[in-house]
Structure formats: C-alpha cells, structure tokens
C-alpha cells in the first residue's frame, strides 16, 4: 500500500507582468500555505517523495511547507517541468514510475490537472463515496487544497483500482 498526498498550489498573485509561471505567491497564499503544512505536521503526514512544478508558485508553496517545519526528515524533492499544467492523466503517469520502494509520494501541482487527477482517483469507488470529503472533492479543489489516498495498487498501476480518499483539507478549514 501506498501513501499518494495532492497539493494545489496556494494563491498567486494574478497575471501582470512577466509569465504565468514565475507568479509567486501573495500573503494570502503563504499564510494558507504554512496552515496547510502545520495540518499536514499535526496528522503526521510526512512523503519520502515531494514532485513538485518548477512554477514559482508551486515553489514556494513548498518553501512555505519547509518553513512550516512540516518533515522531520527530509523528503526526496524532485522539481519536475513536466508538472507545470500538466494534466490529470500526465500527473498519473508521472507516479506510476514512481519506485515500488516509495511508500509515500506528494505532488505539488495545478489545477485542472490535479483536481482531475483526484477525481480519477476516486471515480470507481461507486457509491461507496459517502463521505463528506468525495462531495467536497468533486465540488473543487482550491488553491492549498490537499486531498491524502491510500493507494492499494503498485504504482505502476495507479487508476487501475480506486484509491481510498483519507482526508481533503482546504484552508478555509484551518484559518
């Protein structure tokens, strides 16, 4: 069994000057970020494996994680291009080849891909999903929004099975 963590991204500031993908993040963002990481610290939820975008604001969701004292140990932290609006079908291709060995793995992300990505996660569970969580899952998934699932496949084949959805934690939850 596997441990797989999704984490959007907390808030940017918007499009002005300069690319989409060096939008850094506003105080909003850093706040809920660092709220996001102190949940994930509490629950102990501490990933061997961290993919995250090379976007600036994925960046520094992850700097505000690592502020936030979150690891006791370090993950492994792989900034990975491929991640920057990548789909939900290319997030789930990236952690099938994700090492048997990996029993945790987060990835840092942007929507719609990793709302979607999410979703499939969970789409064959049925009606099964009776959880408040899946209704707030399938509802949206908004900036330092994290969903934690209990992978029973291997890696290789993520989506082949539903993994289960443990907890789904946005920060107007926390602050």
Sequence with gaps: MHQLILLRHAKAVPESRGTDHDRALTATGRAAATAIGQAMKKAGLAPE?????????????????????????????????????????????????????VRSAM??????????????????????????????????????AMAEFLVTTPWHRLGAAPAALQRYIVPKDLI
């Excluded at 520094?60 to 502020?67: D, F, I, N, P």
């Excluded at 936030?68 to 080849?97: F, K, T």
């Excluded at 499939?120 to 009776?130: M, V, Y």
């Design 49 to 101: 494996v961290v993919l995250v975008s090379t976007a600036a604001r994925t960046q520094g969701t992850l700097e505000q994680l690592q502020a936030a004292d979150v690891w006791e140990e370090w993950p492994n932290i792989d900034a990975v291009p491929a991640l920057y609006m990548a789909s939900g079908n290319q997030i789930r291709d990236l952690l099938r080849n994700l090492p048997e060995t």
């Design 107 to 144: 990835v840092i992300s942007h929507n719609p891909g990793l709302h979607d990505c999410a979703l499939a996660l969970t789409a064959q569970a049925g009606p099964t999903n009776t959880k408040p969580e899946f209704k707030r899952l399938d509802d949206g998934f908004p900036t330092a």
